[in-house]
């Protein structure tokens, strides 16, 4: 079922699994996958990938983009608009982003090269023609993404058509390191890369991804796939200058503020409530949730910010408006109050300020800013206050608008509760 969970009976029926079809977390969440959880295998189908090297480890030995055509690329973990949690791939920079939009023409394309050996097992438009997924399968339960690629060239320029017809096609094509298969102008390129081999154990529930994006524990750091000369000259141009250099997406601390969650009565990632599962009698997709304006309407996350760790984020998707109004600010944790990673049951309710969220570089046209860029505090927004539960949930109650902490003196029937 595409990674999502079911639950058979001896009837001969099924359902979909709910969080109380999960036996309990061990303290502190999981150290490697558990065995419930879908294996990778089981989220992209892979027919023929490549046999994998007797090191058990594949080697990227081919860039993504010539390094005269790579500029500053941004780190996975980023949190913005309708992404509230950390987003589980970064974006790579590309030159013609240098160029000012009007002035961009054909010529300005640049080629996507495959980085290793690879069965091209998926390839996707994103709602728009100039706005491609292509997934690669490389061997060694490890496969690579390439999101909103403009366009189709090179070995897979024959499938452009078909593509635009169809939307989605399976090729199944085995493509070389360093075969072209696609090209760029407008945008950078989303790149991630997944190993069945590896887990993110700063998830403290995994439940929360297999209902919606189960790829997500298995998200690697691609540059430690990459030929050594290749990793330094990627990481050269990341805009985070503090390792991990790609960043970090599972950034939940047990017991604390600090991670992911998602709004009480719903079923993770998937924005869907509970009662949409339980109640279902044909297959759910992933995607839009009837009703909402975004599927991460229900979404909530406390992390670091990606380019500097030092700054807490505030990103929810349900701000004013309980159908959905995603936005992120800095939560301000200055006056003795504790980072949200230190904020337990023992802390008691904590009241943060809520600030826009600026940056000391200027911006430059399309292309993203530069490495080790600074994050800076404007105008306060409103206010949060928090309080974690002795049951592992997660109360909130925002108040846009309002400017002082002091102000609040306890939660009212606007306070939601959330859960990993």
């Not at 102008?185 to 403290?204: C, S, Y």
């Not at 750091?221 to 990481?235: I, K, S, T």
């Not at 390792?243 to 993770?268: E, S, Y």
């Not at 109650?397 to 609040?408: G, H, K, L, N, Y």
Request: proline share 10%; aromatic share 10%; glycine share 10%.
């Amino acid at each position: 079922m595409g990674g999502y969970l079911l639950v058979c009976s001896d009837a001969g029926t099924f359902r979909y699994a709910l969080p109380e079809d999960i036996p309990p977390a061990p303290p502190g969440g999981y150290s490697s996958r558990p065995e419930w959880y879908p294996r990778i295998d089981e989220v992209y189908h892979a027919t023929n990938p490549p046999p994998c090297p007797v090191t058990g480890r594949v080697t990227f030995t081919s860039p993504i983009v010539r390094a005269e055509d790579l500029i500053t690329s941004v780190p996975q973990g980023i949190m913005v608009g309708d992404h509230v949690t950390p987003i589980d791939h970064g974006y790579i920079g590309v030159r013609p982003l240098t160029i000012p939009r009007a002035a961009r023409t054909d010529a300005d394309y640049v080629p996507i090269y495959a980085p290793a050996d690879g069965d091209v097992i998926e390839i996707s438009t994103l709602g728009s023609p100039t706005s491609i997924r292509v997934v690669f399968a490389h061997g060694c339960d490890t496969y690579s993404t390439f999101m909103v690629v403009n366009r189709l060239s090179g070995a897979l320029a024959s499938l452009q058509d078909d593509l635009m017809t169809s939307g989605r096609l399976s090729p199944n094509l085995r493509l070389l390191a360093g075969e072209e298969f696609g090209e760029q102008r407008d945008n950078p390129i989303d790149f991630q890369v997944n190993d069945g081999a590896q887990w993110l154990a700063g998830f403290v529930s995994p439940f929360a991804y297999a209902e919606g994006e189960a790829w997500k524990p298995y998200t690697v750091d691609p540059w430690l796939y990459f030929a050594p000369d290749l990793e330094a000259l990627y990481e050269s141009k990341l805009q985070r200058t503090f390792d991990p250099r790609w960043g970090k997406i599972d950034q939940d601390v047990a017991g604390t503020a600090a991670g992911n969650w998602f709004l009480d009565g719903t079923v993770g990632y998937s924005g869907r409530t509970i009662d949409a599962f339980r109640s279902a009698t044909t297959s759910l997709q992933g995607g839009p949730v009837p009703g909402k304006n975004f599927s991460s309407w229900s979404h909530l996350a406390i992390a670091r910010h990606a380019v500097q760790p030092s700054v807490w984020i505030f990103s929810i998707g349900w701000w004013k408006d309980d159908n959905g109004d995603p936005g992120q600010w800095i939560l301000d944790v200055a006056d003795g109050k504790p980072e949200p990673s230190a904020l337990t049951p023992d802390s008691g309710v904590v009241v943060y300020r809520l600030q826009h969220v600026g940056t000391t570089a200027p911006p430059n046209g399309d292309a993203p800013m530069p490495p080790g860029y600074d994050v800076i505090p404007w105008a306060t927004e409103g206010i949060v206050a928090l309080q974690v539960n002795g049951d592992g949930t997660l109360a909130i109650e925002v108040v846009p608008d309002r400017q002082d902490p002091a102000s609040f003196t306890g939660f009212t029937s606007a306070r939601r509760i959330y859960r990993r």
